[in-house]
Every structure is written in C-alpha cells, then in structure tokens.
C-alpha cells in the first residue's frame, strides 16, 4: 500500500513536469472532428385539461460535445457536474485556465459535457410550481431549492476552515471566487422522480456511445455507479470525484460494479473545515468502505487521496484548482490503463 | 424597391448554390484558435436573516465562444436565444446538421453564445419561490412561469396552420420536432427585474469584446435594440430575427438606433396560423414602421422578408430550418457589407 502510494507520487511529480513542457502545446489552435450537442431521454407529460394546457417534455439531459481527430483510440469520457452547478464546472476555470473538457479533448478523448436532468439547458418540470401559484396545490409541495450561499461554498468547497479564511496551501483559485458564485445556480433536484433520470440518461448516453468512462463530481459523484447499477451495458470505467459513497449495496450490486474499473478521487483538508453541512471526512470513509466492497468482490477500483500522494492543497472543486490539469493527466493515465488497454 | 428585392433574390440563390458547393467543406475537421466560456454581469444578493441566510450571485450571464483562426476580420458575433429556449437554439439542429454557431465560425467569425439572464447556466433568483414554500410570501408572489406546451409550439414556431398539420412547402424538419421540444425549458424571465438584465449585459458584452454585432430571436429579438439604447459604445451593428418591434421609441433612442446598421429578419407564413398567442403578421408590420423610423433618421435598417425574396416556407425557428445556413449566408452577407466594410 505504501509502496503503491509512493510509486503514485513519482508518477505524478513527472506528470507534473510533463505538464509544464506541454503548457506550450495548450496554445496551439484546437483541432476537432466534429462537435455538436444533442439531448437523452426524455418524456411527454400532460400539463392538465384547462385552458391552454397541453404536453410539455421533462426529464431530458443535454448533452454537449467535441470529438478530436483519431479520438477512437480512447474511449469517450462523460462528464457530470454537481450541486447548485451546470456543466461550467467542466469549462474555463474561475481565473482562465483551461477547464478538463478541452483538456480531456486536446489529449484525443471524444468529451460529453452534460447538464443535469432538472437543471440548466435540461430544463425542469415547472408544473408543479405553477400549480401553487395557480391555487391548485399548497405551498408546502413546492420543492425544496438548493441554493449554496457563497457562504456555504466556501467551507463546502473547501477553501478555508470558515468563510473568508484560506488555507495557506490551497489550490483554488480564491482571488477569482467571485467567478466561481456566478457558476452556482439554484438546483431543482427535489422535483425529481425516483430513480433520478439522470442516472437511466447517463447509462443511455454510454450505451449509444458504444461504450463510455462516466465521470461524476460531489452530488454527481456516485451517478456513474447509479447508472451503471440500472444499465451497465456500456459503462467502461468510472471516475468519482469527492463524493459520499453507498455503503449499503447488496452482493447482486457489488458484483455489477466490480466489473467495471473504478477510480474514486478526494482532495486535501477533509477533516480541516470547521462547522457547515459537508462532512468530507465522513464521505471519504465511505468511499474507503466502498472501494473495499469492489475490490473484495475482485473488482478493480482505485482510492487517489491526493495528499497522501504528496498532491497537497486541492479543495473540493479540483477540477478548477491551480493543478487542474495535472489531475486531468493522472486521470487520463488511469483511464489508458484500467479501461483502454482493454479495449 | 421590386428592383432591391430582385437583388436579393438573386444573390440567395447564388447563395444557394454556394452552399450546396461549400457542404463538403463543412465536413472538414474545424480548428480554433480559442474557445472558453465565462459570466458577464451580476451582483449579490443577501437571502436574508435567517439560519443559512448568505449571499448569492443573481443576474449573471452565461457566454460560452468559439473564435477561429484570423478571426479579427470580422466583427464577433453575440447571438441570445428566445422564450422557453437556451443557447442550444443555435447549436446542431433537431435533426442533426450544423447550427449557425459552428457555421458562423467556419465563416471566420467569433460566436458568443448566451443563456439569457433566469435561464439556463445562467440560473435564477430562487428566493422569491423560497420564501413561498417558507411561508413567508403569498403563493400570488410567485412568478408567471411560461413553458411552452408542443400544442402552443406548433402554432407558435409555425410549423403549420394547426397542431399536427404542416405547410407543404415548410422548411422545418418537422419529423423531429421531438427534440425541439427538448430545448423547450420552463422560462423564468417573470423574475426579472427591470431593465431586464441581459440587455444590461449584452450592451457590457460587446464592450468587452471591444465590438460586436447582437443578434437576437423572437422573446429576445429586440434586445439588441434593448441593449444599444442602454449602452451603445460597442454595437457595431444589430441582427433581430422573427420578433415584435417597438414603435414607440422617442426621437434620441432612434438617433442612437440610427448609428447602428440593423438587420431584420422574418419567414413565411406570418399569416397563415390560426389561434394561438402570437400574431406573426403584427410582429411583422411593427418592425416595418420601425425600419421605416431608423431610416427616416438616416440609419441603416433592413428588412428582409424572406417570402418576398423567393425564399419560401421558413418557421418561426429559422436557424433550424433546412435551409438554415443559406440563411446564415445571407445574414454573413449583410454584416459584411454594412458592419465590417466599416471597420
């Protein structure tokens, strides 16, 4: 174990040197085959019988995308992003940067950029809302809204111990924060059915890519696993990224996830924020438990705690951290070994 | 005037053709110099006093561009999406050919795409439905939510007279018109204050991007005008596709207007819908007097009615017709002419 850690700490000090002799490439002009956006699933449902009603389209998922030249020798990535975001999350950084889904793409992965079903260009069932405001319902059914408070995003995110402090190693980029809460978006999860449309789209989206590595974040983390416990048809690899995970499956489910390569990824001071909702530590035990499961049942997946690989200061959003793409490499390395080289 | 219309007839079918000749170009790999995404706008808002009370960010707006190589040829191009839409309006059509945002920049322009402000990526102030299911405000203090059923688009978007009949000679793929009903998303512009910020951050668009031409559709097809009136500094010209015009602006707004070459643009069929909300011909007559006011004025306003150039059958969503990139020639065409011959 401590030799598997130490051997993951000197690939990742020379990707990080790699990184810095290919920051050069970055500028270069972006080659694509094609891009394009398109939606999964979906469903008709009536509006009612009165004046102006009719059918409306719920529980679609939009979906981006941008394939580079002879992508067809990796296997295409999904990305899923988190509470109270889009898939911005995915895109420019806070500051700038350059997000993972050009990165994923520059380095010759097809990438799928998809909103949540419920939330942004997926649109929401509003039928509900508009039936209190119409008299028909009480207030009481009208969802519950999640909307993170620039507050509650700081400890949540972990940027500091309490709002307003830093840690003195963090990676994120906190003098552009103000760009980080323009991202964050009311999430209308709570009108959601059971089970989550997002989950059956995700293992849609992978079946008609002929075979995808779904990558999920904090609220989304565990989708991947979801979708794949509904269809795991296509699902070639999973990457979860700072999230509690389910430690209650039973064997039938355990056995479907241990045939698909798992890669589980937590950043640094999980037990350093004081008070607030996220319990991260919490979460990243959950995770260990889980990993154990996959793996006691023969399964291949993966714990990358970044701080005890020397990868230290990353917060919760590390996909926007000062490192981001030398995460992005030590995924893509991942995905080349547990789920390309079985191509 | 025949004779200007004669013009334009002809040089569409040049187009036309151009097109057809063009179509294997567009299966070339596309490069870019740049593409990214960011926010433009927004400010805090204090969710009040209670427990979890903090601030949020409302009234940002999300922009995703694509520029390509040589770009500064050309004057970018902003383009805002429509009622119950996102940005996906402009992206692959329903059927699955090129949106004018990729087309646009195979042509050497930067496309800035937008979510309009409360929709989308660019999220919602969720606090007034918040305080509803709190109790806190009255179920009457709820926005009107518009979420346009398939019934309502049909007639709307003109696919034909009534819901499930189609003109004959109609240019939309109506054989898909499943995932249009995708894109329809619950539009929560009820929530907006006054002036509606996305004209505020169109205007602080094009300043940014020290010049650019707005274009905007059907619930946003004014803005533009919206926008200039505000802050004219940097629109260099204006396109507004398919909207009802205002004809009552004072003689100061036309002034400014009149600075700005503007481009309108509507299909066919204006009259041939019966029932529904929206009075095509009307829309239609009201930007007649406008154009006639901005160029009594000595601006630079064109109408182009496209039945009346020959170019026959096009919906309400014409971006997505089948000929929607012969329009977007036409539309190249005329910022070539009257904006960028000015640079």
């Known amino acids: 174990m401590v030799q598997n850690q130490l051997m993951l700490s000197i690939r990742f000090l020379l990707l990080v040197a790699a990184s810095f002799a290919a920051a050069a490439d970055l500028n270069k002009p972006l080659v694509l085959a094609s891009q394009g956006s398109f939606f999964i699933g979906g469903e008709s449902k009536s509006t009612g019988t009165g004046p102006g009603a009719g059918d409306v389209t719920i529980n679609q998922m939009y979906v981006s995308f941008q394939t580079p030249p002879n992508a067809s020798r990796h296997t295409p990535v999904v990305m899923v ?23 994923f793409v ?13 939330r942004a260009r997926s649109g929401f069932d509003a039928t509900k809302i508009s039936a209190v405001k119409a008299g028909a319902a009480p207030a009481s059914s009208l969802p519950n809204i999640i909307f993170a408070t620039h507050q509650v995003a700081w400890t949540v995110f972990r940027f500091g111990p309490t709002y307003g402090k830093t840690f003195p190693d963090g990676q994120f980029p906190i003098e552009t924060v103000d760009e980080l809460y323009k991202q964050m978006i009311p999430d209308l999860n709570g009108l959601l059915p ?31 696993e979801e979708a794949a416990m509904i269809n795991p048809k296509d699902v070639r690899g999973i990457v979860s990224i700072e999230q509690p995970c389910t430690t ?16 589980v990824m937590f950043g640094d001071h999980l037990s350093d924020i004081q008070g607030g909702p996220a319990n991260w530590n919490q979460s990243f035990q959950s995770c260990q438990v889980f990993v154990k499961q996959v793996n006691d049942a023969k399964g291949d997946a993966v714990m990358m705690h ?5 990868i230290k200061g990353n917060s919760h959003m590390l ?7 030398a995460l992005a490499d030590l ?4 995905i080349d070994k547990h789920v390309d080289s079985r191509k």
Chains 1, 2 share one sequence.
């Open 81 to 103: 992003h988190g509470c109270c975001l889009s898939a911005k999350t995915w895109e420019t950084t806070p500051d700038g940067r350059m997000g993972w889904n050009e990165y």
């Open 106 to 118: 520059r380095k010759g992965r097809a990438v799928y950029l998809a909103d949540q079903v419920s």
């Open 194 to 224: 059971n089970p989550n449309p997002t989950w059956t789209n995700m293992g849609l989206l992978a079946q008609k890519l002929n075979g995808a590595v779904l990558m999920g974040h904090s609220e989304s983390g565990f989708f991947p």
């Open 248 to 263: 209650t499956l039973n064997s039938s489910q355990v056995a479907i996830l241990a045939k698909i390569p798992i890669l």
């Open 306 to 310: 970044l701080p005890e690989m020397g």
């Open 319 to 325: 996909m926007q951290d000062k490192n981001n793409l």
């Open 331 to 334: 995924i893509m390395t991942w």
